[in-house]
């Protein structure tokens, strides 16, 4: 029996969008690449803070060119191979970690009414 035919993951045309606008955002020369620091604050707007050292050792891997910087299209291969990797399950639980604050500041694993309430509204207790 053959192995099962697995479909290639593929990000949404909402992750695509938003790649290409964090890159068109943080260019802030204009020149269509990006240096170290335009990278580093692109990927933090990405949901992505890595440390200098694995910033610098990527952008390494996919500056071609060598030039130091990256062009579109290795911003977009880094941020694709990114995104595909993320975990759904764990994004969604650092996502309610940060709701879960309750007035002691621990989480305690749950939203009460009140941290719901502040996260509907959009604002703080």
């Given at each position: 029996?053959?192995?099962?035919?697995?479909?290639r993951r593929e990000l949404?045309?909402?992750q695509k969008n938003e790649i290409r606008e964090a890159f068109e955002l943080f260019d802030s020369d204009k020149d269509d690449?990006?240096?170290?620091?335009e990278f580093k604050v692109a990927m933090r707007a990405l949901g992505f803070d890595?440390?200098?050292?694995?910033?610098?050792?990527?952008?390494?891997?996919y500056d071609r060119e060598d030039t130091g910087k990256l062009s579109w299209q290795g911003f977009n291969e880094v941020m694709t191979d990114l995104m595909l990797e993320r975990d759904p399950v764990e994004e969604m639980r650092r996502a309610f970690?940060?709701?879960d604050d309750d007035d002691t500041?621990?989480?305690d694993g749950e939203i009460n009414q009140e941290e719901f309430m502040?996260?509907?509204?959009?604002t703080d207790n």
């Open positions: 029996m053959p192995p099962p035919v697995r479909k949404t045309e909402d690449c990006l240096d170290y620091y890595k440390p200098k050292s694995e910033i610098q050792k990527t952008m390494k891997e970690r940060l709701f500041g621990h989480n502040a996260i509907m509204t959009g």
